[in-house]
């Protein structure tokens, strides 16, 4: 079965610094997706950062990094630079199989981790 | 449109009253999910529309819960004698193909059940 999870209910950083939040997987499939995304308190699910299992580098989107190591099986998100607009809740997710047999995949979520910024 | 809406964005109901949410997809986009969110957890998986066709139901916890999606744009989720422990936020994000494409969320509608 395929899962995701978050050890870090809730982490704070201080303003303009760098934090990791951490996401480890499992599957057995040999090709997967993983996925971060933020959801401030209005709710709105806002996609990241994506990282493909064969993807050879790191995917980075501006100030959001994704530490993969698959050895591990770890997508960790590292935040520079930390703003107080970052103070949401954060989820990890992974392409997951539907009972169709087709090619379309849904998201399997983890618990999140609630990223406080302090100022 | 330019975004998924989800409509309304707050539900009371009480319970054993039928309640139905609404989600208008990206125009065009062929995959629509529906998930639900209890507070404190993350998303869940409830139903998977590609157009009109709903092709996986796995997720929805009871038969109360029924979806459709007829005309393959406009999703209606429909929970009929609703139950406190259906509160929850209800996400629906649609896909533009099937495969390996990206996810758009809506906002949510978030349920009451008093």
């Known amino acids: 079965a395929q899962k995701i999870t978050q050890t870090q209910p809730g982490m704070f950083v201080q303003e303009k610094e760098a934090v990791t939040l951490d996401c480890t997987y499992d599957?057995?499939?040999?090709?997967?997706?993983l996925f971060w995304y933020k959801q401030p308190s209005s709710g709105e699910m806002i996609f990241l950062i994506y990282?493909?299992?064969?993807?050879?580098q790191n995917a980075t989107e501006g100030r959001y990094s994704l530490n993969f190591q698959k050895a591990r099986k770890s997508a960790n998100l590292v935040i520079s630079a930390s703003q107080l607009g970052d103070s949401a809740m954060y989820f990890c997710?992974?392409?997951?199989?539907?009972?169709?047999?087709?090619?379309?995949?849904?998201?399997?979520f983890g618990k999140g981790t609630k990223l406080s910024v302090k100022p | 449109g330019a975004g998924v809406s989800q409509s309304p964005r707050y539900k009371v109901a009480k319970r054993g009253q039928d309640v139905a949410l609404r989600c208008d997809p990206i125009?065009?986009?062929?995959?629509l999910f529906w998930y639900q969110q209890a507070l404190g957890q993350g998303p869940e998986f409830l139903t998977y529309?590609?157009?009109?066709?709903?092709?996986?139901k796995s997720g929805l916890p009871s038969d109360r819960f029924f979806a459709e999606r007829p005309e393959g744009s406009v999703s209606t989720l429909k929970i009929q004698r609703t139950q406190q422990e259906d509160s929850a936020v209800y996400l629906c994000?649609?896909?533009?193909?099937?495969?390996?494409?990206?996810?758009?969320f809506g906002s949510g509608t978030r349920l009451t059940v008093v």
């Open positions: 529309f590609q157009n009109e066709a709903q092709l996986d």
């Open positions: 990282q493909g299992s064969y993807d050879q």
């Open positions: 997710a992974m392409r997951g199989r539907l009972n169709y047999g087709g090619s379309q995949g849904n998201l399997i």
């Open positions: 125009s065009g986009h062929v995959s």
């Open positions: 599957t057995s499939d040999p090709s997967y997706g």
């Open positions: 994000a649609s896909s533009i193909g099937t495969g390996n494409y990206g996810y758009t």
